[in-house]
């Protein structure tokens, strides 16, 4: 029987210009599922998060995923993660003037 757990990284967080996620530790699972929900707004289809890793949740590098941020209110979408290491986090920049309240959910396994 698989393990799983799922972690409510931001709950109702507005982002703002540069944003990262709480990082989260993540060592014990072999994959890793990032859904990110818009709860209001609008926004460019371009805008994009990217996923990092880190062997330390302080040091951080990019992965090569990135999730193109949801286009209108309570829209979710997400992005599949493997091979990882030990933290894994978010992190974008938003157009000036941009403000986006969002819920971002990390479901892991193993």
């Known amino acids: 029987m698989k393990q799983s757990h799922t972690a409510a990284i931001e ?3 507005t982002w703002e210009g540069a944003f990262e996620t709480e990082p989260y ?3 014990w699972a072999s994959e890793a599922i990032f859904f990110v929900r818009l709860l209001d707004g609008e926004l460019a289809p371009s805008t994009t998060a990217r996923v990092q890793i880190a062997p330390d949740g302080i040091h951080w590098a990019n992965e090569g995923t990135e999730i193109t941020l949801p286009t209108g209110s309570d829209t979710t979408t997400f992005a599949r ?3 990882f290491g030990g933290w894994l986090r978010l992190v974008g920049e938003l157009p000036s003037g941009v403000s986006l ?3 971002v959910h990390l479901v892991l396994k193993e």
């Open 11 to 13: 709950l109702g967080t």
């Open 25 to 27: 530790e993540t060592a």
């Open 81 to 83: 993660v493997s091979h």
């Open 101 to 103: 309240p969002v819920i």
